[in-house]
């Protein structure tokens, strides 16, 4: 019978976790249907059938740590009989090992999969995972209404409007008061609060460890600086207004601020190809070519596409590569490769409303442009007061390789090609 094995890793990834089972044992299975989901410490991988027939038997649970190429299953011949499942209640007898030899924990769940079932039978999909884990509810308490008396994503809404489910283990809690010290408080400390208070703990997903892992690396070797500057982008709003319509019409999107960015800081790293540079032990390596990341935030964390060659894109084609990049974001399509590279970044924290901020490095990568909310605030202007749309710039560089005159200069340029952005489309 074929196996159903995890797709081969790339050679910086070594090892990943079972997220999902889409099938159980016994269902039917269609060539090119998703079987389960595999997390890296960079994407969500899809593991896909190869052929029809039948989900024989499954050799990994949700939760488990898979290498490449490790069998996941085993998939039988249309109308086989799938192998005997062992109880989903029962749970493993203590002292017994798994199939790869490891201790089992009879008191421990894997981290990918919450208590309860699909109405009584199977595992819950992600979609009504996240919901019941987020507001800590009893699956096995939830009415299912979909097929077979399965738990919906509707269900568990509806239970976490309601006031969910009893909270297990965590309704038991002493109150905190039990846990104070019998020293006596001094007469002016807050009262101590009563009753039941909930917490809850989740393992961190492989790609929150790796961002994690990557950042403090930064902040531990790059000697990071950050400068600001502010720029009015009231000439780029009149551009985008005046030719919006036309722009939508001839190539199906919309003209956004992100493509202006990108051209600018395209032509700032033409001017100066340090920011363009990375470091690599004592060596200067220095990039003929210009790929920006995209910081785009999803549901798994911070990811960053990258946009190859921009010199090359104009603003229709780096509009058209953010949106298809920010939908494969939210589907969890995005793969290794368009993640993988990039000379420098640009992080938008204006569209959730900052007004500032110092962004990290993206390493190996030596600088990473912020950009910001545009808030109308009152400015000089040719010996005037106007009130004019701003928005702070701030570009973080490493040191080691960028003198700060680089910096400042690099972003004066942005600015003023953003300030008049006929300059940098008429190539001035």
């Known amino acids: ?9 790339s050679e910086s990834v070594s090892e990943g976790t079972l997220l999902s089972w889409s099938k159980k044992p016994g269902d039917a299975v269609t060539r090119g249907d998703i079987l389960a989901e595999i997390e890296t410490d960079k994407v969500v991988l899809e593991v896909t059938a190869l052929q029809d027939g039948v989900l024989e038997s499954i050799a990994k649970q949700e939760g488990d740590t898979v290498l490449s190429e490790e069998v996941l299953g085993v998939l039988g011949e249309a109308g086989s009989a799938p192998a005997p499942a062992a109880d989903p209640e029962s749970g ?3 002292g017994e090992t798994s199939a790869g030899g490891t201790a089992s924990q009879p008191d421990s769940q894997p981290s990918g999969q919450v208590a309860g079932t699909l109405g009584g039978t199977g595992t819950l999909p ?8 987020e507001n800590n509810l009893d699956a096995a308490q939830i009415q299912g209404t979909g097929p077979k008396g399965n738990i919906t994503k509707q269900d568990a809404a509806l239970a976490s409007q309601g006031g969910g489910t009893d909270q297990g283990p965590q309704s038991a809690a002493e109150p905190a008061s039990a846990r104070v010290s019998e020293a006596k408080a001094p007469a002016a400390s807050a009262p101590v609060p009563s009753g039941p208070r909930a917490e809850q703990r989740v393992p961190m997903t492989r790609i929150r460890q790796r961002i994690a892992e990557r950042l403090k690396e930064v902040q531990n070797t790059a000697a990071i600086l950050t400068t600001f500057n502010e720029v009015n982008m009231q000439p780029s709003m009149d551009l985008r207004k005046k030719y919006q319509d036309q722009f939508v019409a001839k190539h199906g999107v ?6 202006l960015f990108v051209r600018a800081a395209t032509e700032a790293l033409r001017a100066f190809p340090n920011v363009n540079a ?10 003929g070519f210009y790929d920006l990341g995209i910081a785009v935030a999803s549901e798994r964390g911070l990811v960053v596409p ?9 603003l229709a084609d780096i509009e058209k590569a953010i949106a298809a990049f920010a939908a494969k974001a939210k589907a969890g399509k995005l793969t290794m490769d368009d993640m993988s590279g990039g000379t420098f970044s640009i992080t938008n924290g204006g569209t959730f409303g900052s007004m ?19 808030i109308e605030r009152p400015i000089a202007q040719n010996g005037q007061v106007v009130i004019a749309p701003m928005m702070y710039l701030a570009l973080s560089y490493d040191h080691r390789i960028i003198d700060g005159k680089e910096a400042v200069q690099f972003l004066v340029l942005i600015k003023n090609l953003l300030e008049d952005p006929a300059r940098m489309l008429l190539d001035l």
């Open 1 to 9: 019978m074929p196996e159903i094995k995890v797709p081969v890793f």
């Open 92 to 94: 493993p007898i203590a």
């Open 126 to 133: 992600p979609a009504v995972r996240k919901i019941v884990a």
């Open 254 to 259: 919309k003209l956004g601020f992100m493509s």
């Open 278 to 287: 990375s470091i690599d032990g004592k060596d200067i390596i220095y990039h």
């Open 306 to 314: 990258i946009l190859r060659d921009t010199d090359a894109m104009n």
């Open 356 to 374: 500032m901020s110092t962004p990290i490095i993206n390493q190996p990568q030596s600088a990473i442009l912020g950009m910001h909310n545009i």
